[in-house]
Every structure is written in C-alpha cells, then in structure tokens.
C-alpha cells in the first residue's frame, strides 16, 4: 500500500522543499515578478503580483497529491529562494518543472532542489521516470536538468509562454530512475 504525502518535506544539505503557505506570497510575488524567470516558464504571468501569489499558493493548496507536489525552495539562511514541481503532465507522464529567483542565480540551488525532488519522487511518489524541458533560449536550464541526470531525447516540442505569450522551441529531456 502507497502512503499519500499531503504536505511532504524534502531536505537537501542547504534547502528545504515543502508546501508553500500564505505567508510565502509576499515573497513569492518578489521572486516571481522577474521578466527573465516568468519568460522561462509555461504558466507563469508577467507581471507576477501579489494576487498570483496567493492564487498559487491556493492552487497548490488545491492539487491532488497523486498526481502533482509543488514545494516552495527554501534555504537554510536565506528563506524561499524558489519553486519546484512534480506533476503529471500533459501526456500523463510525471514531469517537473522549477524556478529560482535571479539573486540566487548559479549557486547550485535549482540542481539540489531538483535532486531532492527526484530522490523524493523515486522512493516516496513512486516515480520512475520523469521528464522536463527547457526553452531552447534557455541552456542554464538544460545544464542544471543534465547535472541531476536528465539526457535529452533528441525532440524539441512548442509549449505556450504566458508570459512571452507566444510560443517557444522546449528540448524535451528524461529521467529514469
């Protein structure tokens, strides 16, 4: 028998993944409201204001557990720095998708969240396989996906920016467990 984690926790050498909570919008809302980070992104809207922070934090609260987990990033010292995904996507196939915040850009926050993720995934969610994809102007992304173990499969789909509000090349990656 699977038990189904409501509000998991994931701990990582210097971050914490966990549910997001109404006092992390303000925060949320700071991060987000970055044009470079929102363009990167799917479903992400710019601006990003503080009702889209609590909606997400709503939404969130909202999923169904065994089908999508989404974690606000928290570090130890510096609190949110980011969010992380765990979903089924739109082919049904669990895929993950992430952000962090531009003044922790290259610290290697997005590379351990992500690996606590897929640790997560593995043992507790069950998951075995996992995809993601990044924009094609996007190759930070790509390179953090490859330091956790993701290959590329060698398709390039179109996927709809919010955002952008059009629609950019996604290099489609995968992880097997």
Request: hydrophobic letters at 40%.
């Amino acid at each position: 028998m699977c038990v189904i984690e409501t509000s998991p926790v994931v701990e990582t050498r210097r971050l914490t993944l966990r549910a997001p909570s109404p006092a992390d919008a303000g925060r949320i809302a700071a991060l987000a409201n970055d044009i470079d980070i929102a363009r990167m992104t799917k479903r992400m809207p710019h601006p990003f204001r503080m009702k889209d922070a609590e909606d997400f934090v709503l939404q969130v609260a909202a999923q169904d557990p065994r089908r999508a987990n989404t974690f606000v990033i928290e570090h130890e010292d510096q609190g949110p720095v980011g969010v992380i995904g765990v979903y089924e996507g739109d082919d049904h196939v669990p895929e993950t998708g992430y952000w962090i915040g531009r003044e922790f850009w290259g610290r290697g926050f997005a590379t351990e969240a992500l690996e606590g993720a897929l640790v997560w995934a593995g043992k507790r969610w069950k998951r075995r396989a996992l995809v993601a994809g990044h924009f094609s102007d996007n190759p930070a992304s790509g390179r953090v996906l490859e330091k956790a173990g993701f290959l590329y499969t060698g398709e390039t789909r179109t996927a709809f920016s919010r955002a952008r509000g059009e629609n950019a090349d996604t290099r489609m990656m995968v992880w097997l467990a």
